[in-house]
């Protein structure tokens, strides 16, 4: 394939990994800005939708398996991740630094539940459908420019859903938090804690919303990206990393910045993945992180600290 | 009537208030007076409920306010407008003033508040860190009006701004006494004081010193240097 073309893929690859961790990286920095919580479990929340996702999909078949796991599987990691607020983060007064131990025992223990009921094996969740497009190309040839349809140069319609999805989610979002009382609510909460609570804000209430509501996404996001992954018990780990570098470079807590910095790091991942390897792709996202805290530690977006 | 009764509050272990006993009546100014570290916030955020008294009470009328969650406390018509405005930065006006509303008033009450500052209706879309100071103090009395405050309680709202500023803010202070609410006035200065307060209570370490009528200390102003160290 030319060069064009095969560029052409490798956007596409990191779009759709672009998609997914925006999602991801979107609820890990909604608690942190909301909450001042270090989630460290967060990727154990994505985990989780992938295999809810095909526990679903396993009891019912076909399309509308996969439909109602798109509804469930986030709905269940939100409604476990509420129950930790209210039994665990609760408790520690959310506090910064305890939180972060705690949710480090989240992480060992949600992982260890999984394996002991779900298993070691990674298992594949089939997508409601399985179409392919191929891909249109434009060339310049004698008679000018024309659209060619190169050989090999297509995709499943799935991972175009996929970033469609995430694109509509994301929106979505920010909608709720722009345009609705709760996420108003959620912002004032963020902006000065105890000034919501004076002015009537039931802030622990908040507080476990907006951390179901991160579990939530992260699992939304698994969901999707699962027909295209597999689940297992360990898959947790990369989206939690690539969460926080994402989240780092787009500064803690600012959601516009994450989802530049999503689409940033996901493309970039994509691309050079396809070009050059995933490891090197890894390596110069940790290094953009590095160089990030050096010289900009509020992060792209972020507000510098008081 | 806003009582305060025997008010124990402090930070940990430390105790900083030890037992604080006041009235504001209905239409009254009571000044709150005291050195750098009295205890004047401490006491303004004990009454708000956030900060857990260690013991004594706080009634509004009939309704005891001590016992109840902190978030719980505004609805029954508690205003509060802390020191250094703490608005919501990253928030318009017009959502800080959401959020004022959502603890009590409507979209009427909202027009009300907007009459009283013309300056913030012009700037309702604006975020609430790039007003300047003296608008972001009216912003911060605006958002407590709007739950319709039955109490306001105020910590220095004149601290740092022009004389204009002040006397905009003193205006709507008096007018919001004539329509019957019980103003707590913190503040530091004393010729800030006299022009609005009808009494004035000195704080020292953390136990009321004095309460005395805003005349009474107009014709003894030396009295207060006692309490202020100035
Ligand atoms: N968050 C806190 N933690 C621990 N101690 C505190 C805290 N806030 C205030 N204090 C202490 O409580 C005492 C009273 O403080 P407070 O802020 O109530 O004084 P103040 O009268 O409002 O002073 P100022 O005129 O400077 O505003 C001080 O000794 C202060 O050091
Ligand atoms: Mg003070």
Redesign the interface.
Known sequence: MEFGPHLMLATLEGAVTAAVLALTAAGLSLVFGVMRVVNIAHGEFFMLGAVLAWGVTQAVAGPWGYALALLVAPLLAGALAVAADVTILKRLSYDPERTIVATIGLLYILQQLTLMTYGPEARPVVAPFDARIALPWVEHGAEGWRLTWPWGLGTTVWKLTVIGAAVAVLAALWLFMART?AG??M??T???R??????????ERVYALTFGLGAALAALAAVLIVPIQQAHYLMGADPLLLSFIVVIIGGLGSLPGTLVAAVLIGLSDGIISVFFSPTLAKILATLLVALVLVFRPQGLFGKRAA | MLRIEGLRAGYGAAEVLHGVSLTVAPGEILCLMGRNGAGKTTLLRAV???LRPMGGAVWLGEMRLDAR???????QGLG?V?QGR??????SVA?NL???L???GGKARRDEVLDLFPRLRDRLGQRAETLSGGEQQMLALA?ALC?GPGALLLDEPTEGLQPSMITAIRQVVADQRARGVAVLLVEQRIDAVLPVADRVAFLENGHLAEVMSAGALRADRGRANRYLGV
């Open positions: 009382r108003l609510v912002r004032a963020q902006a000065d105890e000034m919501a609570t004076a002015f009537g804000v039931p802030v | 708000m409920g956030l969650p902190a978030h719980r406390v505004a609805g509060y802390p703490r608005l919501f930065a990253g928030l959502e959401q959020i004022g959502m603890a009590g958002r739950l």
